[in-house]
């Protein structure tokens, strides 16, 4: 089951994404983000404090394809997150494709954490813009491969509901 996990920062995603996670035997965290600077640094370091010392930790790369298929597949896979897998990538340039298929092919519980970037204030940068878009485009793909969409606002979880189907049009 593929379940992603959208929200805003310090909405609560990635701790909801634990508990799923967690509630599926042994868990391998595919962490995308590395400490650029010292508040990074403590975001990840309070991410890690929270994590079980019995899950495994893999740092994931640019190549999150290949992390994800190195895991088993039935095995529990929690990828935190999508946002600084985009941002690690030079001009924001993600191989999407590859990272669905891989996500298709899991068959154990894969819970993926990405930021919900689209409901904010239009980016004052050339590059803000971009990366917006980037990320809602990963955002859509995996969304549309997903099995389950949510989106967590406050620490509340809401349930999307899957894309209607195109209609049929008259010809």
């Known amino acids: 089951m593929l379940v992603l ?17 967690g509630t599926a035997g042994p868990v391998t965290y595919l962490a995308t983000g590395s400490a650029s600077d010292a508040g990074m640094a403590d975001r ?25 298929d190195a895991v088993p597949s039935t095995d529990t ?30 068959r154990g519980l894969t819970v993926v954490v990405s930021d ?27 969304a549309d491969a997903a099995d389950r969409a949510v989106l967590v606002v406050a620490g509340r979880v809401l349930d999307l509901a899957p894309a209607p189907p195109a209609p049929h049009l008259p010809s």
């Open 5 to 21: 996990v959208l929200g805003g920062t310090r909405s609560g995603k990635s701790e909801l994404a634990e508990r799923w996670a």
């Open 44 to 68: 990840i370091a309070r991410h890690r404090d929270r994590r079980p010392a019995s899950w495994t930790t893999v740092e994931a790369g640019a190549d999150l394809a290949a992390a994800l």
């Open 77 to 106: 896979v929690l990828v935190d997150a999508l946002g600084t897998w985009v941002a690690a990538h030079p001009d924001f340039r993600v191989a999407v494709d590859p990272l669905v298929v891989a996500l298709r092919r899991r």
């Open 116 to 142: 919900e970037v689209g409901l904010g204030v239009h980016p004052s940068s050339e590059l803000g813009v971009r990366f917006r878009d980037v990320l809602g485009a990963v955002n859509r793909a995996v």
